[in-house]
């Protein structure tokens, strides 16, 4: 590891346990902890593992088993953008699954997760809430309508910084 490393995994460490010393609720628990960690950082690193057992005076394995019971707590970091692609019942009678293939070959993923370059998280959602502008995306959670496969992957493409 050098030194840039440990000074990068120090200053985390440093703002983990600031997160976990200014939640306000009155019950602080394991669980009230990791959410506030990874609200803030969107995402649990080892060390926020590390600092919660040390925070809440538990165990490693005491926090990680709550953290890896939830489905919605990530370990990795995130992309720097999001791309949600609906799947919902309207998106999907609409073609939803033509537009999931192209993200998905545009990002060089099989699944929900980070495009190899980390420059674009890709989600699946089961409704944006815009039925009627179907197929629906969205990036950054701004909604953009009646997408076709070929207009999916050029938006994903430009996310990466790649020609449309
Ligand atoms: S089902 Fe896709 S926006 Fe509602």
Redesign the pocket.
């Known amino acids: 590891m050098t030194t840039a490393d440990t000074e990068q995994r120090t200053k985390l460490r440093e703002q983990i346990r600031q997160i976990l010393n200014s939640q306000e609720q009155p019950t602080i628990t394991v669980l009230s902890s990791l959410i506030a960690v990874q609200d803030s950082i969107h995402y649990l690193p080892d060390e926020a593992i590390k600092e919660t057992a040390t925070f809440c005076g538990e165990t490693i394995n005491e926090v990680w088993s709550v953290a890896s019971f939830y489905t919605n707590f990530r370990f990795a970091a995130p992309g720097d953008k999001t791309l949600d692609v609906?799947w919902?019942?309207?998106?999907?009678v609409l073609g939803?699954q033509k537009i999931l293939n192209s993200v998905h070959s545009a990002l060089e993923i099989n699944e929900e997760g980070e495009s190899p370059d980390r420059k674009v998280t890709m989600k699946y959602?089961?409704?944006?809430?815009?039925?009627a502008?179907?197929?629906?995306i969205a990036i950054n959670h701004h909604l953009i309508g009646k997408q076709t496969p070929e207009s999916a992957a050029k938006i994903a493409r430009e996310l990466r910084g790649l020609d449309g």
């Open positions: 609906c919902g019942p309207a998106c999907h939803a959602n089961t409704c944006l809430g815009a039925c502008q179907g197929p629906v």
